[in-house]
């Protein structure tokens, strides 16, 4: 799951879709947006062979936080402001400390695709908290709820989430909180402005995971595995910071909905690449629930034109 839902919203960001090329420099955006994180849950997947699960993010994020917060200083950029850490620790400790660390601890018990297909819900969960702002859905998004949601029950009855109720209960929590944090960051927790807010973040997440991992008495498998070392480099550098970056670039130069686009990749990159390398096994229905929830999200998603 991404950071950036947790940005001012897009449609407020992105020129109309008319006045937008789709240059070298979007094309690669869009890869590292649809290709990078659609592997990422495969890369957690490998990092577990020594990292487990909270360690594992905690030690990502921090790391990547840490790095581009020395960045952003050494650019000249201000460390934020005693609220601003508040808000970053709030909602670092939902977005990351609950929503990634439940994902990586489903990732213990359950496939990669089927982890990141639950996840697709997320969208939709948004739009149910944003009742409570007075953000009522359209008909063609109400639609999209209802249909989304009934994949999502078709999903927890397959095989692969009913041999692991705590891996289904793991992914639900991550959801809830990475939705609740989204919401709660675009409506009453700001953040500090532009990167080094999203630095405080992984930062702030970063230590919230940590102290899960203490409470929950993980051990660190020494040496590390040199395959889980890789995979958690390239969560850090590609995951955290290239396609974190790749994505802001989107949101400010490309329309809402080609920067939302990886809503529907990711699930399928994530479950192809659980298949073809990791030997994971989705069965026809599985597929079949996959498909209904992206169907839910495009039309939540959907604009017609005026």
């Not at 994180?37 to 990502?60: C, D, E, H, N, V």
């Not at 977005?95 to 997320?122: K, N, R």
Request: aromatic share 10%.
């Amino acid at each position: 799951m991404p950071v950036l839902n947790s940005l001012t919203p897009a449609s407020k960001l992105a020129p109309d879709a008319s006045s937008t090329g789709l240059s070298s420099l979007l094309l690669l955006c869009l890869a590292a947006t649809w290709l990078v994180w659609g592997s990422t849950y495969l890369a957690i997947k490998y990092a577990l062979l020594s990292f487990p699960p909270f360690l594992q993010m905690g030690t990502r994020f921090l790391f990547a936080g840490a790095l581009l917060a020395a960045w952003m200083r050494w650019r000249g950029v201000a460390w934020p402001t005693r609220q601003q850490w508040r808000n970053a620790l709030v909602i670092g400790g939902l977005m990351l400390g609950g929503g990634m660390g439940g994902t990586a601890f489903s990732e213990v018990s359950v496939g990669s695709g089927l982890v990141v297909a639950f996840i697709a819900v997320v969208p939709l969960m948004i739009a149910l908290l944003n009742l409570f702002w007075g953000v009522v859905p359209r008909r063609l998004e109400a639609m999209g709820i209802v249909l989304g949601l009934g994949g999502v029950l078709m999903l927890t009855q397959g095989s692969g989430f009913q041999a692991s109720p705590a891996g289904l209960v793991a992914i639900a929590t991550a959801c809830v909180c990475w939705s609740v944090g989204s919401v709660l960051s675009q409506r009453t927790l700001q953040l500090a402005e532009g990167a080094m807010g999203f630095a405080s973040e992984m930062i702030c997440g970063g230590v919230v995971l940590l102290l899960l991992s203490a409470l929950h008495g993980e051990a660190f498998d020494w040496p590390p595995q040199p395959l889980a070392v890789a995979a958690w480099l390239y969560l850090v550098v590609f995951g955290s910071l290239i396609a974190f970056n790749a994505y802001m670039v989107l949101l400010a130069r490309a329309p809402a909905s080609l920067a939302s686009s990886y809503t529907f990749v990711n699930p399928v990159i994530a479950m192809l690449l659980g298949v073809l390398i990791a030997g994971e096994t989705v069965t026809p229905f599985e597929w079949g629930a996959v498909t209904v929830v992206l169907s839910g999200v495009l039309l939540l998603l959907w604009k017609p034109r005026a």
